[in-house]
């Protein structure tokens, strides 16, 4: 396997990153199997763990430090902080309180000392980023944490953090997560740019557009499955289910299954370090490291880009994140008497 650079860290990391997030009663509740997939994904030769402290109300980080037992040494181990890990409200979020609060108990679920990536999972809007910034400098300078990153962020927050780091004297995020795959190519335009001016390492998620570029959802068929019961309503849009029918044949082409040509595709732009793999079974890896020497010819991708322009979304994931100008109207709306008065 051909590793790459975690942007300007010296860190060396495999193209596609092993996601965590179906390890625990979410997905695959079984922690003897689940050590064996994350087993058999080292023993392939990725050397890259991405889970989070929420994932499975942080049953998936017990499991992945099962798994390391005796190894973590030849991985480079990646969780993240920010969603709810219970009613508490000041259990969530970004801020300085909460950030270094929760690595000891990230640390301790992982059984290790140190995370050579820790990341805020989504922006929040309610914590100024210098303390977000300066609260993972601590984690840095204590020795807990050797590089912090950020995920979803949008380009221009991206920006700020960078200027804020800067001024401040404060550790600089060195790596974004942000969402990509054939289906969902917003990122080209902004993000992706940001992100390789400040030398930053791009983990991409969902390479698969939620499932959809497995070749296992088609247009007029039933998609009642695990995913689609659970909320997801954009494996049911028609424009990402059109877009799936214009693929298939673009794959079949070029003689590989869809879900290698989705994977193959997310790891082949420049601005992309890893591409994050989130198997539930064992079928699912083997089925994602059997395409893992695939690359894409440019007649491929110039036929990839003929169905989905670069830098668009065909339409919107649902577990995107918005920020509070789109989620909240009255951001967006001036107050009733200056509306009446207009």
Same mark, same amino acid.
Request: hydrophobic letters at 40%; glycine letters at 8%; a negative charge.
């Given at each position: 396997?051909?590793?790459?650079?975690?942007?300007?860290?010296?860190?060396?990391?495999?193209?596609?990153?092993?996601?965590?997030?179906?390890?625990?009663?979410?997905?695959?509740?079984?922690?003897? %199997?689940?050590?064996?997939?994350?087993?058999? @994904?080292?023993?392939?030769?990725?050397?890259?763990?991405?889970?989070?402290?929420?994932?499975?109300? =942080?049953?998936?980080?017990?499991?992945?430090?099962?798994?390391?037992?005796?190894?973590?040494?030849?991985?480079? #181990?990646?969780?993240?902080?920010?969603?709810?890990?219970?009613?508490? *409200?000041?259990?969530?979020?970004?801020?300085?309180?909460?950030?270094? @609060?929760?690595?000891?108990?990230?640390?301790?679920? #992982?059984?290790?000392?140190?995370?050579?990536?820790?990341?805020?999972?989504?922006?929040?809007?309610?914590?100024?980023?210098? %303390?977000?910034?300066?609260?993972?400098?601590?984690?840095?300078?204590?020795?807990?944490?050797?590089?912090?990153?950020?995920?979803?962020? *949008?380009?221009?927050?991206?920006?700020?953090?960078?200027?804020?780091?800067?001024?401040?004297?404060?550790?600089?995020?060195?790596?974004?997560?942000?969402?990509?795959?054939? #289906?969902?190519?917003?990122?080209?335009?902004?993000?992706? *740019?940001?992100?390789? /001016?400040? =030398?930053? =390492?791009?983990?991409?998620?969902?390479?698969?557009?939620?499932?959809?570029?497995?070749?296992?959802y088609r247009k007029g068929q039933d998609n009642d499955t695990?995913?689609?019961?659970?909320?997801?309503?954009?494996?049911?849009?028609?424009?990402?289910? %059109?877009?799936?029918? /214009?693929?298939?044949?673009?794959?079949?082409?070029?003689?590989?299954?869809?879900?290698?040509?989705?994977?193959?595709?997310?790891?082949?732009?420049? =601005?992309?370090?890893?591409?994050?793999?989130?198997?539930?079974?064992?079928?699912?890896?083997?089925?994602?490291?059997?395409?893992?020497?695939?690359?894409?010819?440019?007649?491929?991708?110039?036929?990839?880009?003929?169905?989905?322009?670069?830098?668009?979304?065909?339409?919107? #994931?649902?577990?995107?994140? %918005? *920020?509070?100008?789109? /989620?909240? @109207?009255?951001?967006?709306?001036?107050?009733?008497?200056?509306? @009446?008065?207009?």
């Open positions: 396997m051909q590793y790459r650079n975690l942007g300007r860290t010296g860190i060396k990391v495999s193209p596609y990153a092993l996601g965590a997030m179906m390890f625990g009663a979410v997905g695959n509740p079984d922690h003897d %199997d689940s050590i064996k997939i994350i087993h058999k @994904a080292l023993d392939a030769g990725i050397n890259f763990i991405d889970t989070a402290d929420a994932y499975s109300d =942080g049953e998936s980080e017990e499991i992945v430090g099962k798994a390391l037992k005796g190894r973590r040494d030849d991985v480079v #181990l990646a969780t993240k902080v920010h969603l709810p890990m219970g009613d508490d *409200p000041n259990r969530r979020g970004n801020s300085r309180r909460w950030v270094i @609060a929760e690595v000891e108990n990230s640390l301790r679920r #992982l059984q290790t000392d140190y995370l050579d990536l820790y990341q805020i999972h989504r922006p929040d809007p309610d914590t100024d980023i210098e %303390d977000t910034l300066a609260a993972m400098t601590y984690l840095v300078r204590s020795g807990k944490v050797r590089a912090i990153g950020s995920s979803t962020m *949008p380009a221009a927050e991206m920006v700020e953090a960078q200027w804020v780091a800067e001024r401040r004297g404060l550790e600089r995020f060195r790596v974004e997560q942000p969402p990509y795959s054939i #289906l969902d190519r917003g990122i080209e335009r902004d993000v992706l *740019p940001v992100a390789q /001016q400040y =030398g930053m =390492g791009t983990l991409v998620w969902s390479p698969l557009a939620g499932g959809l570029l497995t070749g296992r695990h995913r689609t019961r659970f909320g997801f309503r954009h494996m049911r849009d028609e424009r990402r289910l %059109d877009a799936v029918e /214009q693929l298939l044949p673009i794959a079949q082409d070029a003689g590989i299954p869809l879900n290698h040509l989705a994977l193959a595709f997310a790891v082949s732009h420049p =601005g992309v370090t890893s591409a994050i793999i989130g198997p539930r079974t064992m079928e699912h890896l083997d089925s994602a490291l059997a395409g893992a020497d695939v690359v894409l010819s440019d007649e491929v991708l110039d036929r990839i880009d003929a169905v989905v322009p670069p830098g668009v979304d065909v339409s919107r #994931l649902d577990v995107a994140y %918005d *920020p509070p100008a789109i /989620q909240q @109207a009255a951001l967006r709306r001036r107050p009733e008497v200056q509306r @009446a008065a207009a």
